[in-house]
């Protein structure tokens, strides 16, 4: 966590969902491969925090690069539903939880 992120104000907790979500991150995501799938990078839609998300895939090894869409397709075998995972402390965070609370989906494409 960055020493901006510190210090700016959090949002409190609220499992929360909005189109946008889902369209603000997206844009600028970065797609690597994991030892296991993916993970997706970015910062939250909702708070601004840094984030990553790790997607577990079978055919994780054959993963070279991916690219984030934010419309998913019904038909799309690459949906991903993402929740925040930042490290900030919301207020209201149930303790065995993490992140701001916000969740939204995407759709990864692998090249």
């Not at 969902?17 to 970015?42: H, M, Q, W």
């Not at 038909?75 to 209201?92: F, I, N, P, Q, W």
Request: hydrophobic content about 30%; aromatic content about 6%.
């Amino acid at each position: 966590m960055t020493e901006a992120e510190q210090t700016q104000p959090c949002k409190p907790f609220a499992e929360i969902t909005d189109k946008e979500y889902g369209i603000a991150f997206a844009t600028g995501c970065e797609v690597s491969p994991t030892a296991r799938g993916i993970r997706l990078s970015n910062k939250c839609p909702r708070c601004e925090g840094m984030m990553s998300y790790d997607k577990v895939e079978k055919f994780s090894k054959a993963l070279r690069r991916g690219k984030v869409a934010s419309e998913p397709r019904a038909e799309s075998t690459g949906v991903v539903h993402v929740m925040c995972t930042c490290k900030r402390a919301h207020s209201g965070c149930p303790a065995d939880d993490e992140g701001c609370g916000a969740y939204w989906t995407v759709e990864v494409s692998v090249e």
